[in-house]
């Protein structure tokens, strides 16, 4: 079992910035892929960014140029560091990461993005 617990998330003015940070706990060797995903209300979850073992890193389109993902293999964590938010970003922010063949998942943290 891998447990994820996210921090980093708030309220944040149109423009500003936040970090997400998670760290990963349990069985985590032979963690590969780590990544975050995120649910506004009445829509699906989507993945928003994504990076691999070995650093390979994918995005959603519609944060691309604003955020970045990174990872510490070392201490299992990985984060999302968030430029140039827009309200559409306002949503639960997930952390997942993938251990053999099952997908583990934080519990989620809110990030709000309001004037």
């Known amino acids: 079992q891998v447990q994820l617990v996210e921090s980093g998330g708030g309220l944040v003015q149109p423009g500003g910035s936040l970090r997400l940070s998670c760290a990963a706990s349990g069985s985590i060797f032979s963690i590969s892929a780590m990544g975050w995903y995120r649910q506004a209300p009445g829509r699906q979850r989507e993945l928003v960014a994504r990076?691999?073992?070995?650093?390979?890193?994918n995005y959603a389109d519609s944060v691309k140029g604003r955020f970045t993902i990174s990872r510490d293999n070392a201490k299992s964590t990985v984060d999302l560091q968030m430029n140039s938010l827009k309200p559409e970003d306002t949503a639960v922010y997930y952390c997942?990461?993938?251990?053999?063949?099952?997908?583990?998942w934080g519990q989620g943290t809110q990030v709000t993005v309001s004037s």
């Open positions: 990076i691999t073992s070995g650093g390979s890193t």
């Open positions: 997942t990461c993938k251990r053999y063949a099952t997908n583990y």
